[in-house]
């Protein structure tokens, strides 16, 4: 019975052992295609999460004005202003100064692009005039999306939005007490020692796991293959935008996303309703700006120009209380509100998945929600920082450093069926865990060259 309980508990030591070797080798392989991608989200994430405020400061002379006692001139004067300084360009959204000493932005569509003219609203001054595309906080987004690369560049950008996941998943089980005297929720040794990298890499993922998880998370229904199934889900249930709104209203064959300057991610797939009094004569943009706020709108609301004659007047604003979010199409002839949505309006999976992206910007708590978030980021630069130090501290000359292969193969049964779960949940991260995990059993263990190199 003795020999029998020892043969037991080396067997589940070593089951034990191989897990760790197995999830580590994965864990590190994840780590090395993503951090790249993580430290440039985090940089890049850290910035537009201030974008007002760098807005209010940096660029302070195009966006910000001395309050008056003047009333403001009409939306319409302002644009012109801005037409004269941009010859031949048309309306593409007007945006509200939302205060006092706000500047008004109003969109111009130009042959060479979207060209943003700040204006004063009281002196109908044009402060200063860019292009959408060299925008500081559109220069930000983009590369936080990758959008400079190419279109596909999304769909890299979800599958490390995935692997994020896995990341703190498999980090949090690395890091779970084994016995160990440090590394837990303090850090060992100098920074010239990789036990210091090592534990602060550990202690700071697990601690800021759940965030990180968040982040990743919440920025996924932006993504084109998740966030896409996400869409479908919501439409199919009825818990997105309040389809019901449209039923006796003529719609045409274009979606707000394409329509409309800024949308939210409810409204992306909504379709855009068509003003039914031709016979008339429009009611002009400063009777469309004067509805929205008579409507109760809250300040920088947009409104976006209709197409062609059968086009409406949307205002939509998507502030930082996620309460005041609204969206009115107003039919370009009566003035009346056709579809009047706000975020009390939305569905269950609409409400929650709106909150989940207002926090990840860092606009539903004012600044606590920014500092946490900023924190989040910082813990993710600094990880990855300690990840990439520890890893050259550890890697031998010449080669890679991988983690050893368990000592058995009977946990890859389990590596593979987690593969599969992460591939359901997430599937082109799981698509690139599967090619992973197929070319580190199927080659490179069996390559003697490889196999040597990624020792």
Known sequence: ????????????????????????????????????????????GSLYLFRDEIDRTVFAHRTVVEAQTSAPLPPSELVARAQAALPGATLSAFRDPGGPTGSARIGMRTGAGTIYAYVNPYTGEVLGTVAKSEEFNEV????????????????????????????????????????????????????????????THAVTGAFA?????????????????????????????????????????????????????????????????????????????????????????????????????????????????????????????????????????????AKLTELGINIHMGQEFGLANQLLMLATCVAIILSSVAALVMWLKRRPAGRMGVPPYPTSRRVYGALWGMAVVFGVLFPLSGLLILAMVAVDILVIRNVPPLRRAFA
Do not use: C
């Open 1 to 44: 019975m003795t020999d029998i309980a020892a043969s037991m508990r080396t067997r589940t030591r070593t089951l034990a052992s191989d897990t760790y070797r197995a999830i580590w080798r994965w864990h590190f392989y994840a780590g090395l295609i993503a951090v790249p991608f993580l430290i440039l989200l985090a940089v890049t």
């Open 140 to 199: 930000v987004r983009k590369l936080h999306s990758l959008e400079y690369v190419g279109a596909y560049a999304n769909r890299v950008i979800e599958a490390i939005a995935g692997f994020a996941v896995i990341l703190v998943v498999s980090g949090l089980y690395l890091w779970w007490p084994r016995r160990q005297t440090g590394g837990i929720v303090s850090v060992r040794g100098t920074p010239s020692k990789r036990v210091f990298w090592r534990d």
């Open 209 to 349: 796991g759940v965030l990180i998880a968040f982040l990743a998370l919440s920025g996924l229904p932006w993504s084109s293959v998740w966030g896409g199934q996400l869409t479908q889900i919501a439409t199919a249930t009825g818990t997105g935008y309040p389809a019901a709104l449209w039923d006796n209203v003529p719609t045409s064959g274009e979606h707000a996303e394409h329509a409309m300057e800024t949308v939210g991610w409810t409204m992306e797939s909504s379709p855009m309703p068509m003003s039914h009094g031709s016979a008339k004569e429009p009611i002009g943009l400063d009777r469309a700006v004067a509805v929205a706020r008579d409507k109760g709108m809250a300040p920088r609301f947009e409104v976006t120009p209709p197409a062609d004659g059968t086009g409406v007047y949307t205002a939509a604003v998507f502030p930082d209380e996620l309460a005041k979010a609204r969206t009115i199409h107003i039919d370009q002839y009566t003035g009346e509100p056709i579809v009047d949505i706000g975020y009390a309006d939305y569905g269950s999976l």
